[in-house]
């Protein structure tokens, strides 16, 4: 099974509300990752979590906040967002996180979030 | 800083041909490069990862090519379809410092194959 799982699949919020992404993986893979990807764009790293410790934190605004309560699932809490954050959220993972030569990321089909 | 350049940024032949998509980076010190799929609002498909010691990589009708000391590669797809018709991203993963791990991705090429 090489399956990586998001929910919502779309997201509608407005800025005060506080929601949370969900990712979930069962390759027992230890390194998960959340990307930002706006239209016409490539993936924009955001998180690395390693063996469910932050591991690179990309300088993201606080009102990300990322959560690896177990090394299956990843989540990312959502709060006092602008309408520039609305973009596809992706979540990947991999053997490690240390982008050692066989360490392939596995994506998500992501969420796509929208900020009224 | 690696910087992650594809070329060209969009193609289109008809169905049949074969065709090359190149890929360019800054910075030689990489432990893997990775090509990938996305279909429009879909997340990515890994097609193929070559490490940083291997010259090739091929998958079906699918072939990448790794040249890292001129930071160069490229995706060769023989006998393209319709349904190859996607943006395709390339990615390196860095090697050490704060960048570990990190994968770094160029602008993608769009592809239109028409019957």
């Known amino acids: 099974d090489t399956e990586v799982t998001q929910t919502p699949k779309h997201l509608v919020m407005g800025m005060t509300n506080k929601k949370s992404l969900k990712c979930e993986q069962h390759m027992g893979h230890r390194a998960m990752y959340w990307y930002k990807q706006k239209a016409k764009k490539p993936p924009e790293l955001m998180f690395v979590y390693s063996y469910e410790k932050l591991s690179i934190n990309e300088s993201v605004p606080s009102r990300f906040s990322p959560e690896c309560p177990n090394s299956s699932l990843l989540n990312l809490h959502l709060h006092a967002l602008q309408p520039e954050d609305s973009a596809l959220y992706l979540c990947?993972?991999?053997?490690?996180?240390?982008?050692?030569?066989?360490?392939?990321?596995?994506f998500g089909p992501g969420t796509r979030l929208t900020v009224l | 800083k690696q910087e992650v350049t594809q070329i060209p940024a969009a193609l289109s032949v008809p169905e049949g041909e074969n065709l090359v998509l190149n890929c360019s980076f800054t910075?030689?010190?990489?432990?893997?490069l990775q090509w990938f799929r996305q279909d429009p609002g879909k997340g990515l498909t890994s097609l193929l990862l070559i490490q940083s010691s291997q010259r090739e990589q091929t998958s079906g009708r699918l072939n990448a090519s790794l040249d890292k000391s001129s930071g160069r590669s490229t995706l060769y797809i023989a006998a393209s379809q319709p349904g190859d018709s996607a943006t395709y991203l390339c990615a390196v993963s860095n090697a050490g410092g704060t960048s570990y791990g990190k994968l770094t991705f160029g602008q993608g090429t769009i592809l239109t194959v028409h019957p």
């Open positions: 910075d030689s010190a990489i432990y893997n």
């Open positions: 990947a993972s991999s053997h490690r996180s240390r982008g050692a030569p066989l360490d392939t990321q596995y």
